[in-house]
């Protein structure tokens, strides 16, 4: 599909899933050879909703031991946010003196992964590595590391391939820009 509607906007085709796919591959084959000698198991912490089928696709290339959990953030209290991640919903077992590799949709302005680096932190962690989808170098104000990115976009309000539009568009194997 060349153009979707999701709620009152149009979206039009912008990155093709093949040319998506390529780029998780080169991706994946960084990681591979950064840690298949590590001799350690790393566990790959993927951020719900957005990364859900980006760390699909990213497993499908990754040749070396390791776990894999899903993570959703928690920032509120009540019915508001209080703009400061508080933990970390989804890890069971402690993390303490492991290698963590965060996988994120996109990282646009910092936020979420600051907040998430802190928390790892705190677990006493042995080391944190960042890995995303889509990095908004424009946009990016946070002073973690991001160690992995499969594509830099500029300030594009972007759909598909697990983002969303108001809970809408996640399916969409393609990305899609607003109109």
């Known amino acids: 599909m060349d153009r979707i509607k999701l709620h009152d906007r149009y979206f ?13 591959r080169q991706t994946a084959m960084r990681i591979n050879s950064d840690y298949s000698e590590s001799g350690s198991v790393p566990v790959f912490l993927s951020v719900l909703n957005g990364s859900f089928m980006f760390t699909a696709s990213l497993m499908k290339y990754i040749t070396f031991p390791c776990e894999l959990s899903f993570v959703k953030l928690s920032s509120y209290c009540g019915t508001s ?15 303490k003196g492991r290698r963590v590799i965060i996988v994120e949709d996109i990282v646009d302005s910092g936020k979420t992964i600051t907040d998430m680096y802190a928390l790892l932190q705190a677990q006493e ?7 995303t989808l889509f ?22 309000f972007i759909v598909g391939f697990g983002l969303d539009y108001d809970q809408l568009g996640r399916q969409y194997p393609d990305i899609y820009i607003v109109e």
């Open 12 to 24: 039009n085709l912008f990155i093709p899933n093949e040319k998506i796919e390529a780029a998780i």
């Open 81 to 95: 946010s209080t703009g400061q991640v508080k933990q970390l919903i989804g890890v069971s077992d402690s993390l």
């Open 125 to 131: 962690v042995e080391d944190i590595k960042v890995c």
């Open 135 to 156: 990095l908004k170098p424009a946009a990016y104000k946070g002073s973690v590391r991001i160690d992995y990115h499969a594509m830099e976009i500029g300030n594009e």
